[in-house]
């Protein structure tokens, strides 16, 4: 596995909408690669024949009767945003044409 | 003063019963602990483990049961047993009519429009809520030092930390400031506070308790549970807010066995209990490993049966946790958006943007954990990475799940310390995010796994005179076990003692100097 470096850390807060100054990624990426680092021998813990596991108590066809039931008045919803225009939430530019 | 400390220090189970005698109002009981928070909570050497106090609300509830008490009849029965016993909230969990932050200043001043399955359940038992506790920063932390609100500092020691994520609402159960909270615990987040504060804290089986209005963290981990001074306690809440809620898909179908019943009949005889090997020695230190030695001792005298197990996969644990922990989080952050909830900032100058207005707003509004742990969810999970290390996670996540299964054949119950360390000094491992992860390097294995965990105080370390935990896990589903066992070892560690752990405690009220800060209102105050 590669180590991840300065250029990895702003494409991935690129990605992941986080904005960071120079000093910001420098730190950044000598923390990650000290804890990318530490947790690299979980790639080489279990063979091919380990089925994963994403639940510890899977349950499935989680169902409910088809039935309406309890939902929010556009007031509530739009109780906690920043910014809202007649029953709406209000976004800034969604395309780059400002 | 000895008369509202003497009430402050009974056990919500004591609590309940002078209520239902009428020898105490629930009134009293609430004022006497909205008095005692006004008292060590603020200021510059406050506990600050509240974020914001709802006195009004919480005696209007106190009120309210002490009318239907007083009227008597029909409705007086149908109470509750904890009906007017005061309880304090993890400000993860989201209530109506009171600001929910999660720690972050990307929710500051926002207010959920719903109540969370366990308010509601807490409601419904007209328990009266004190105020919201403080929180590492989505739960991402080990000593709450990651609050944008500043840190909550341990009742024992005020230059150290009470644990994370949920030192606040461990601290407060500790400084007196509340009879019993709530907390989450996703890698150790209610356990380890609960060691370090002297305290009792248990995550329950994963969707045992609903995790509906649970700000998620990690939702495959997160687990919302009971805080609390005594094993009964925590068995009284757990009861409360267990079972099954259909708005959670992951709630377990099953009825909730009766834990309270199996905190009162506790007995350890011919009972198997499991050391596990790779959770003590070498790493932890001494003073837990001997505190450690003397529960087994006490169990053993009790005509418990110890045997040794090892859990030889239990080593990737922790890389596996930080691999799977990040990952569900960085999706599920990923709403804080700048559109739907609180914080929206605007970049200086440039196109005004979207993309750009929510690049600016998650940098301005998370701290630097939240980012260092999206960042390497964001990493884990991208194209070409994520077979070597999300994929290979979720195969130790099986691995764990299997020492767990063995271990369970030879062993009824299995214990260790519950973290290898008492609590550190503020800020001694802020700039060490890898040192800080260790500390839960115990309790992480029984998130993985789905299983139960309890912690509570096993005494005071030898060298530096701090609260030491250890911990009880159970196999899925029996919940029931760790208050039989947890409730025998605290009676007889009490027995030793002369009484409870937090009798040795500090002195609060007479520590606080200066003039006392007026806590009621919101957070903006502090």
Redesign the interface.
């Known amino acids: 596995?590669a180590a991840?470096n300065r250029d990895?850390?702003a494409h991935?807060?690129?990605?992941?909408?986080?904005?960071?100054s120079d000093q910001?990624l420098d730190r950044?990426a000598g923390?990650?690669a000290?804890?990318?680092d530490?947790?690299?021998?979980?790639?080489q813990?279990?063979g091919d024949d380990?089925?994963?596991?994403?639940?510890?108590?899977p349950?499935s066809n989680?169902f409910?009767e088809d039935v309406v039931g309890h939902t929010?008045t556009a007031e509530?919803?739009l109780?906690?945003?920043?910014?809202s225009d007649d029953n709406r939430?209000k976004?800034?530019?969604?395309?780059?044409?400002? | 003063m000895t008369e509202t400390h003497e009430l402050i220090r009974l056990s919500a189970a004591e609590l309940a019963e002078k209520l239902a005698a009428g020898e105490v109002t629930s009134v009293e009981v609430t004022q006497t602990y909205l008095d005692r928070i006004a008292e060590v909570d603020g200021g510059e050497r406050g506990v600050n483990a509240f974020l914001h106090v709802n006195a009004e609300e919480a005696l209007a509830v106190a009120a309210e049961v002490d009318a239907i008490r007083a009227a008597g009849g029909a409705e007086a029965e149908a109470l509750h047993v904890l009906a007017g016993v005061p309880i304090a909230v993890k400000d993860l969990i989201v209530t109506i009519g009171q600001p929910t932050t999660a720690g972050s200043k990307i929710l500051e001043g926002?207010?959920?429009?719903?109540d969370a399955t366990v308010v509601e359940r807490l409601r419904a038992a007209k328990m009266p809520i004190l105020g919201k506790t403080n929180l590492d920063e989505f739960a991402m932390g080990s000593s709450t030092e990651h609050s944008a609100f500043g840190p909550t500092r341990n009742p024992w020691d005020l230059d150290r930390i009470p644990g994370g994520s949920g030192g606040g609402s461990a601290a407060a159960v500790a400084a007196f400031e509340a009879p019993l909270a709530l907390g989450t615990d996703t890698g150790g987040s209610i356990r380890q506070p609960g060691a370090v504060t002297g305290t009792v804290g248990v995550k329950p089986?994963?969707?045992s308790v609903s995790r509906y209005g649970a700000i998620a963290m990690a939702s495959?981990l997160d687990q919302i549970g009971p805080v609390s001074r005594t094993v009964l306690d925590s068995a009284l809440l757990h009861q409360v807010i267990g079972g099954h809620d259909?708005r959670d898909?992951?709630s377990?179908?099953d009825p909730l066995a009766d834990l309270v019943a199996a905190a009162k009949t506790g007995n350890v005889e011919g009972m198997r209990i499991g050391i596990i090997k790779e959770l003590h020695g070498e790493g932890y230190q001494a003073g837990v490993e001997n505190r450690f030695n003397d529960s087994l001792e006490l169990l053993k005298e009790a005509g418990a049966e110890i045997v040794e197990v090892s859990c030889p996969?239990f080593?990737?644990a922790?890389?596996?946790y930080?691999?799977i922990m990040p990952s569900e989080a960085?999706s599920n952050l990923?709403k804080f958006?700048?559109?739907?909830?609180?914080?929206?900032v605007?970049?200086e100058d440039g196109?005004?943007?979207?993309?750009?207005?929510?690049?600016?707003t998650?940098?301005a509004g998370?701290g630097d954990e939240v980012?260092?742990r999206?960042?390497?969810g964001?990493?884990a999970l991208?194209a070409g990475?994520y077979d070597?290390?999300y994929?290979?996670?979720?195969?130790?996540?099986?691995?764990v799940?299997r020492d767990f299964d063995a271990a369970f054949t030879v062993a009824d119950v299995l214990i260790s310390p519950t973290a290898p360390t008492t609590a550190f000094r503020l800020g001694e491992k802020l700039d060490d995010?890898?040192a800080m992860?260790l500390n839960d390097v115990a309790t992480i294995p029984a998130?993985?796994?789905?299983?139960p965990g309890l912690s509570l105080p096993s005494g005071l370390a030898d060298e530096d005179g701090l609260p030491v935990g250890i911990q009880l896990l159970a196999p899925?589903r029996e919940d029931a076990r760790l208050y039989r066992v947890g409730a025998v070892l605290e009676s007889l560690l009490e027995a030793k003692w002369g009484g409870p752990l937090l009798a040795q405690a500090p002195d609060l009220a007479a520590a606080a100097s200066g003039p006392v800060e007026t806590l009621v209102g919101s957070q903006e105050a502090k």
């Open positions: 596995m991840i990895d850390v991935l807060a690129r990605l992941a909408h986080i904005e960071m910001e950044m923390e990650l000290v804890i990318v530490s947790v690299k021998s979980v790639s813990a279990a380990v089925p994963a596991t994403s639940h510890p108590i349950l989680v409910r929010f509530q919803a109780s906690g945003a920043p910014d939430f976004v800034p530019a969604i395309l780059d044409e400002a | 926002w207010h959920s429009p719903y089986t994963y969707g495959s259909p898909s992951t377990l179908p996969n080593q990737y922790l890389g596996a930080y691999l960085s990923a958006d700048g559109v739907r909830y609180g914080l929206r605007l970049p196109p005004m943007t979207i993309e750009r207005v929510m690049g600016a998650r940098a998370f980012k260092r999206i960042i390497l964001t990493y991208s990475y070597a290390y994929g290979s996670a979720q195969k130790v996540r099986t691995l799940q995010p890898l992860y998130n993985l796994a789905g299983v899925a």
